[in-house]
Every structure is written in C-alpha cells, then in structure tokens.
C-alpha cells in the first residue's frame, strides 16, 4: 500500500514473497504432502500505479483531498437545505447522512441522496456516483461497474452515497501507494491460481473466473454444500 508496482521497493517485496511461499510449500510437502493438499492463491485487489508515475505517462490521475471534498459538499448542502452539518461521515468511497436532521425539515432521504449525488459527479476526480436508494431498489445501470458496486455495498454497513473516482485518481492526498475499492481492471484482476495433484489439471485456463468462483468450487471438491447465497 505505500509503493506502487513501478518501484523497487515493490520489485523487491515480490522476490521475498516468492522466497516465502517456496520455503512454506516446502514445509507443507515435508509434513502433509502437496499431492495432499489444495493450495489457492489469490489477492483481495489489484496494484494500480501511483498517480505520479500515471501522470509521467500522461494519464489523467491525481489525487483526491477529501477533507477538501467533504467540506465542499457540506457547504452545497447548507446552501440548498440550509441544515448544517448533514454529512455524518465520511469513509471512502461512502458518505454517511444525518437522515434524522433532513426528515425533521421535510427534506426526504432521496431528495439529500440525489443533491448531494449531483453536485460529486461534477466534482473533479469523480467518475460516478451511487445512492442507497438506487441499491435498494435495484436502480443502477445495468453494465458492469455498476454491479461491482452493487455487490461491494451492503445495507447494514455502507453508507448512503458511493463515489467511484477516475481511473488512474485516488483518494487521499500524502504520497502513498495502492489503494482498492475501484471497480477498474488494475483493481479487480488479481492471480487465481489452484494447485492440487488429484483435483486440479496443470495448465494455464483462458474461461472467465472471479475471486467468488472460489468458495463453490472449493466446496465442490470437498464434496460439501455450497456457503448460501455463493454464485
């Protein structure tokens, strides 16, 4: 998280990660055996460039100050509700809303949603937006981002407006590495890899997989149901 993949320190944390799996599938095959054992790698993002490198190779990129952001949008707020302090938090990528002060002025949960979701599309870095309303009733458009969004928004947890920023742009504005929460390629293609002697067919496989294939085809192997509610 503090280098991007275009550093030498990355480079060099990618040669002891290697040295670190071979001397652990070799303490796994002394003990257990590896044609015994499952092993799955993967990863839980991707590795964008930082913004800097992006933009030495003429990328639009650069980096969000949301404090900056926060305080612009609180101010649209105040000036078309005339309420202050709606805002009550801010967690990348979610605003979470007062809904309680917007109710007691008659200002509906939609009518918050949708301003404050106006005015960040047009903010500069921002490439989409999201309402908990648009989740809940099953709004969004119907492409690929928008399901990435879909599923990485939970209810109970998530707040009420997700911001997506450009590609290449990231939140925060100190000069640290990868972040993830993007639905971009640099974000979402991780490794994928399954090794197992008396399961698994060697060789490199083109079809289309996602991280959540992983959970049922696990359970396929070990004969077991599937987690409720896989795909």
Do not use: C
């Not at 002025?105 to 005015?119: D, H, M, Q, V």
């Not at 972040?179 to 090794?195: A, C, E, K, R």
């Amino acid at each position: 998280h503090t280098w991007g993949p275009e550093s030498k320190m990355s480079h060099d944390h990618l040669q002891r990660l290697d040295r670190l799996l071979a001397k652990f599938l070799s303490d796994v095959d002394k003990k257990i055996g590896l044609d015994n054992t499952l092993v799955v790698l993967t990863a839980d993002h991707g590795f964008a460039n930082v913004p800097e490198f992006s933009q030495s190779i003429k990328r639009d990129a650069n980096r969000l100050d949301a404090n900056k952001m926060s305080a612009a949008l609180n101010q649209h707020l105040v000036e078309k509700f005339g309420i202050e302090k709606l805002i009550r938090k801010w967690s990348a990528p979610y605003y979470f809303f007062d809904y309680s002060k917007a109710e007691a002025k008659g200002i509906s949960r939609t009518e918050l949603e949708n301003t404050a979701a106006r005015f960040l599309l047009n903010y500069q870095g921002i490439a989409s937006t999201f309402t908990r309303t648009q989740f809940e009733n099953g709004q969004v458009p119907n492409d690929r981002i928008s399901r990435l969004m879909q599923r990485a928004w939970h209810k109970q947890l998530s707040g009420d407006v997700m911001v997506v920023v450009k590609p290449y742009w990231y939140f925060g504005s100190t000069n640290s590495g990868t972040s993830h929460g993007t639905p971009y390629t640099y974000d979402t293609n991780v490794p994928l890899m399954i090794m197992g002697k008396p399961w698994i067919k060697a060789g490199a496989y083109s079809q289309y997989a996602e991280v959540m294939d992983i959970a049922p085809t696990l359970s396929h192997l070990l004969r077991i149901r599937l987690p409720s509610g896989s795909e």
